[in-house]
């Protein structure tokens, strides 16, 4: 089995590197990178040093691709048989504890502060969400992320 991520409209280029270093660690195939999420090297060839300082060489060793729009993405991915899994606080999701992995699969994260928008949410098989306890409603994309594949994944 693969595992995909699809980081769409994450704004922070330290998030990006983090999720990056923590696909190493979890043996994320290929990170898709959508929107406005920064790549880890800009239009010049140059390395993105937010991106390379907390990745610590991560972005080297994953393969990533950019596109625009994500819907191309999910749409190549669902031909594939690729299931596609949002990772977002929604009424529909689900514990994220209680998902099991039996295919080829793609998480797909959003934007710190929207998250996912809800019409990327209807493409996704499932949503899967992470209970809170606190007073705070959500916790740091990357963080999440972290959480959330390695329970998922079962590392």
Avoid at 44 to 58: E, H, N, P, W
Avoid at 63 to 79: A, H
Avoid at 81 to 109: H, L, N, P, R
Wanted: with cysteine; proline share 2%; glycine share 8%.
């Amino acid at each position: 089995m693969k595992f995909y991520l699809i980081l769409h409209n994450i704004r922070s280029a330290q998030n990006v590197g983090s999720i990056f270093r923590t696909a190493d660690a979890c043996g994320i195939s290929k990170i898709f990178l959508s929107g406005y999420s920064p790549k880890p090297i800009d239009r010049f060839g140059r390395d993105v040093s937010a991106i390379s300082k907390t990745a610590l060489g991560a972005e080297k060793d994953i393969e990533w691709e950019y596109f625009f729009q994500p819907n191309k993405i999910i749409d190549n991915l669902k031909k594939e048989g690729v299931e596609i899994i949002g990772i977002e606080q929604d009424k529909q999701s689900i514990d994220y504890k209680k998902i099991k992995i039996k295919k080829s699969t793609a998480f797909i994260v959003g934007n710190e502060v929207k998250g996912i928008s809800k019409q990327l949410l209807k493409k996704c098989d499932k949503v899967v969400e992470i209970s809170m306890k606190g007073k705070k409603e959500s916790l740091n994309v990357a963080v999440t992320t972290g959480i959330a594949l390695f329970r998922i994944l079962g590392i």
